[in-house]
Nanobody, 124 residues
Framework: QVQLVESGGGLVQAGGSLRLSCAASGRTFSTYIGGWLRQAPGKEREFVAAISRDSARTDYEDSVKGRFAISRDNTKNTVYLQMNSLKPEDTAVYHC?????????????????WGQGTQVTVSS
């Protein structure tokens, strides 16, 4: 198993940036696919981004492509999400997530493990 703890959320104005971090513990995180999910009030949890074990492949939900960037540092057991040009519709609780296997197409249900989440609020 792997335990995930997010940090870096907060309140930001539209057009601003935030960088989320996810610290993993337990089984070596380098063996997992890392990802980020988000859940807005009244909506289902949705996939945001994923990164392969060696960072060679990244996947993004269409609405965040070109604005968000996922990265990882396996020496620190950490995954990051750099969020730029934030919009009010990006407001949600963001969850770090992990899964053991790479898949052709990621959805929120792909991931087996996720953290408690960190709140991101974007004001207009």
């Amino acid at each position: 198993q792997v335990q995930l703890v997010e940090s870096g959320g907060g309140l930001v104005q539209a057009g601003g940036s935030l960088r989320l971090s996810c610290a993993a513990s337990g089984r070596t995180f380098s063996t997992y696919i890392g990802g980020w999910l988000r859940q807005a009030p009244g909506k289902e949890r949705e996939f945001v981004a994923a990164i392969s074990r060696d960072s060679a492949r990244t996947d993004y939900e269409d609405s965040v492509k070109g604005r968000f960037a996922i990265s990882r540092d396996n020496t620190k057991n950490t995954v990051y999400l750099q969020m730029n040009s934030l919009k009010p519709e990006d407001t949600a609780v963001y969850h770090c997530a992990a899964v053991a296997s790479l898949v052709p197409h990621f959805t929120a249900r792909t991931f087996r493990y996720w953290g408690q989440g960190t709140q991101v609020t974007v004001s207009s």
